[in-house]
T-cell receptor
Framework: GAGVSQTPSNKVTEKGKYVELRCDPISGHTALYWYRQSLGQGPEFLIYFQGTGAADDSGLPNDRFFAVRPEGSVSTLKIQRTERGDSAVYLC???????????????FGPGTRLTVT | DQQVKQNSPSLSVQEGRISILNCDYTNSMFDYFLWYKKYPAEGPTFLISISSIKDKNEDGRFTVFLNKSAKHLSLHIVPSQPGDSAVYFCAASGINSGNTPLVFGKGTRLSVIA
């Protein structure tokens, strides 16, 4: 079946502009995660949704970052007043929600490369 | 402070030999560990995982070993193939919390030389 998809694959924007990044998770996956990967680093957690609600947004760096998942499927990461330091690859992942508190592996999309000039 | 550390940024191995990638963690609450493989311009691809109730998990050419007392895990690839050349990320989470965000290391770039 289809994997996690993300659009756009590349986004170049000017400092101060607003951007939206979209994620389509694997069908049936109730958990959705956003990560950010800077050059030479591993992915860093931003926010996690369980269904429509944000279960953990402790990784969002500041209030310029916001994410929604209104129908429990597609999610949009929104960045206001972009800064050059926001330049990174933004990765989305999804997973099943198993019973019993077990963890399932997360499946990643190809990412959106954001460049703020 | 890095909770998951991959101290070798790169590793070169001859085709057919064993590749050993290492990972250390500091948070004793971690009890589920994963390895991801990443090619350029693609997202990380899940490779293999291990929970803290085990000390070894094997899947084909890939084996992950976990030493809880040392807070250390390793990924063995044998025999190594040129197609294994990629960046490998170690990741950890707390299984008892259900779905939790993964904490990643910085990655090790593996080059398998034909």
């Amino acid at each position: 079946g289809a994997g996690v998809s993300q659009t756009p694959s590349n986004k170049v924007t000017e400092k101060g502009k607003y951007v939206e990044l979209r994620c389509d998770p694997i069908s049936g996956h109730t958990a959705l995660y956003w990560y950010r990967q800077s050059l030479g680093q591993g992915p860093e957690f931003l926010i996690y949704f369980q269904g429509t609600g944000a279960a953990d947004d402790s990784g969002l760096p500041n209030d310029r970052f916001f994410a929604v998942r209104p129908e429990g499927s597609v999610s949009t990461l929104k960045i206001q007043r972009t800064e050059r330091g926001d330049s990174a690859v933004y990765l989305c992942a999804s997973s099943l929600t198993p019973p019993g508190g077990l963890a399932y592996e997360q499946y990643f999309g190809p990412g959106t490369r954001l460049t703020v000039t | 402070d890095q909770q998951v550390k991959q101290n070798s940024p790169s590793l070169s191995v001859q085709e057919g030999r064993i590749s050993i990638l290492n990972c250390d963690y500091t948070n004793s609450m971690f009890d589920y560990f994963l390895w991801y493989k990443k090619y350029p311009a693609e997202g990380p691809t899940f490779l293999i995982s291990i929970s803290s109730i085990k000390d070894k998990n094997e899947d084909g050419r890939f084996t992950v070993f976990l030493n809880k007392s040392a807070k250390h895990l390793s990924l063995h690839i044998v025999p190594s193939q040129p197609g294994d050349s990629a960046v490998y990320f170690c990741a950890a989470s707390g299984i008892n919390s259900g779905n939790t965000p993964l904490v990643f290391g910085k990655g090790t770039r593996l080059s398998v030389i034909a």
